[in-house]
């Protein structure tokens, strides 16, 4: 059979590239308007996008075998799990903001395109190095453990975070001259009506900056920050899903098909935030478990060992500590929670 240098066959790149831009071609249509996302929708559509990425897998395994649909649906959920600290970040980043709710997927619609660009090339970049030897893997293993570490530290000290400091919010000022108030859904605004709203008398304190003909608003702030954090929490996915494939197709798939339902998962978990206070402790735990196979993996090209853990079992685990997360959660809610529920 004919193959591509990703090592499938064309019809298998085929499929897969058709349903990526259906996928994205559908999102950017359906949710255009700037309405808030009821929880109920965007529950409705996170099953659609897991569909989708289980059809996927689906079709990998009559095309490849329950080998490659296994590593495909591994990386995904691992993906996914590992999403939820990242979407728990861009909470915090939207209430810093102060961004309504009806223009938080407008962001994350513009920030899942950059995680889609950079995904694939932190993916090419990751698995070229693995070609370098095992040491890489090592490498790999203390970038992801030493992200569960920063999360346990977080976790300890939950103090939040002045994102005027961020190094994103920075550059983008050093961009453009910014115009201190939401201009609608609009990232950028002109001097010309700039020149008309500093006239108005609630906007009577605000001057204009004397250069720029173009003004950032705070969503392009925002936009600027929400990208630089999802490329600085690639840098500990794109490994951990390499710990379960380097296959470079298997690991780019499984985390663009992750990344396609982010956005409606996004609300999901805003609406239950409260109520899933250990799932972060969940992702802790996984990240020290995938540091580990990758250690593993490396000491086994390195020493022999012949101790390593197979696609299925990975699966399992991923699955077993999402579940138990959940499941602790709705057991053991933290105390200022329940006082909170009580008021």
Same mark, same amino acid.
């Given at each position: 059979?004919? !193959?591509?240098?990703?090592?499938?066959?064309?019809? !298998?790149?085929?499929?897969?590239?058709?349903?990526?831009?259906?996928?994205?071609?559908?999102?950017?249509? $359906?949710?255009? %308007?700037?309405?808030?996302?009821?929880?109920?929708?965007?529950?409705?559509?996170?099953?659609?996008?897991?569909?989708?990425?289980?059809?996927?897998?689906?079709? +990998?395994?009559?095309?490849?075998?329950?080998?490659?649909?296994?590593?495909?649906?591994?990386?995904?959920?691992?993906?996914?799990?590992?999403?939820?600290?990242?979407?728990?970040?861009?909470?915090?980043?939207?209430?810093?903001?102060?961004?309504? %709710?009806?223009?938080?997927?407008?962001?994350?619609?513009?920030?899942?395109?950059?995680?889609?660009?950079?995904?694939?090339?932190?993916?090419?970049?990751?698995?070229?190095?693995?070609?370098?030897?095992?040491?890489?893997?090592?490498?790999?293993?203390?970038?992801?453990?030493?992200?569960?570490?920063?999360?346990?530290?977080?976790?300890?000290?939950?103090?939040?975070?002045? @994102?005027?400091?961020?190094? &994103? @919010?920075?550059?983008?000022?050093?961009?453009?001259?910014?115009?201190?108030?939401?201009?609608?859904?609009?990232?950028?605004?002109?001097?010309?009506?700039?020149?008309?709203?500093?006239?108005?008398?609630?906007?009577?304190?605000?001057? #204009?900056?004397?250069?720029?003909?173009?003004?950032? $608003?705070?969503? +392009? +702030?925002?936009?600027?920050?929400?990208?630089?954090?999802?490329?600085?929490?690639?840098? %500990?996915?794109?490994?951990?899903?390499?710990?379960?494939?380097?296959?470079?197709?298997?690991?780019?798939?499984?985390?663009?098909?992750?990344?396609?339902?982010?956005?409606? #998962?996004?609300?999901?978990?805003?609406?239950?935030?409260?109520?899933?206070?250990?799932?972060?402790?969940?992702?802790?735990?996984?990240?020290?478990?995938?540091?580990?196979?990758?250690?593993?993996?490396?000491?086994?090209? +390195?020493?022999?060992?012949?101790?390593?853990?197979?696609? %299925?079992?990975?699966?399992?685990?991923?699955?077993?500590?999402?579940?138990?997360?959940?499941? &602790?959660?709705?057991?053991?809610?933290?105390?200022?929670? &329940?006082?909170?529920?009580?008021?």
């Amino acid at each position: 059979m004919e !193959t591509t240098q990703l090592g499938f066959p064309p019809l !298998t790149m085929a499929v897969f590239v058709g349903i990526a831009l259906g996928a994205l071609l559908l999102d950017m249509v $359906t949710h255009r %308007d700037e309405k808030p996302i009821t929880l109920l929708r965007a529950s409705v559509w996170s099953v659609f996008w897991v569909a989708i990425s289980l059809a996927f897998a689906g079709f +990998l395994y009559v095309q490849h075998g329950p080998d490659i649909a296994s590593l495909f649906i591994t990386g995904y959920a691992l993906e996914k799990v590992l999403s939820v600290d990242n979407l728990f970040v861009f909470m915090a980043i939207f209430a810093w903001f102060k961004v309504p %709710d009806g223009l938080r997927h407008r962001v994350l619609y513009w920030g899942i395109i950059g995680a889609i660009v950079f995904r694939g090339i932190f993916v090419v970049i990751g698995t070229g190095l693995l070609a370098f030897g095992p040491w890489v893997e090592i490498l790999f293993a203390v970038i992801v453990a030493w992200t569960a570490v920063m999360m346990l530290r977080s976790e300890e000290g939950d103090e939040e975070e002045d @994102y005027s400091q961020h190094m &994103a @919010y920075r550059f983008a000022q050093k961009l453009f001259p910014v115009w201190p108030k939401l201009y609608g859904h609009n990232f950028f605004v002109s001097r010309k009506k700039l020149e008309i709203e500093v006239q108005k008398p609630e906007n009577s304190g605000i001057s #204009l900056a004397t250069k720029g003909k173009i003004f950032a $608003t705070p969503l +392009l +702030l925002c936009l600027f920050v929400v990208e630089v954090s999802d490329v600085l929490f690639a840098f %500990d996915s794109v490994p951990a899903v390499i710990a379960v494939s380097r296959e470079p197709l298997i690991v780019y798939s499984a985390m663009l098909f992750a990344i396609l339902g982010l956005r409606t #998962l996004y609300f999901v978990l805003e609406a239950l935030k409260r109520y899933l206070v250990h799932l972060e402790k969940a992702v802790i735990v996984l990240l020290f478990f995938i540091a580990g196979k990758l250690a593993l993996n490396a000491t086994n090209h +390195l020493f022999h060992h012949g101790i390593s853990i197979d696609p %299925d079992t990975s699966l399992l685990i991923v699955l077993v500590v999402l579940a138990i997360g959940i499941v &602790a959660s709705a057991l053991f809610p933290e105390k200022e929670e &329940a006082q909170t529920d009580s008021l």
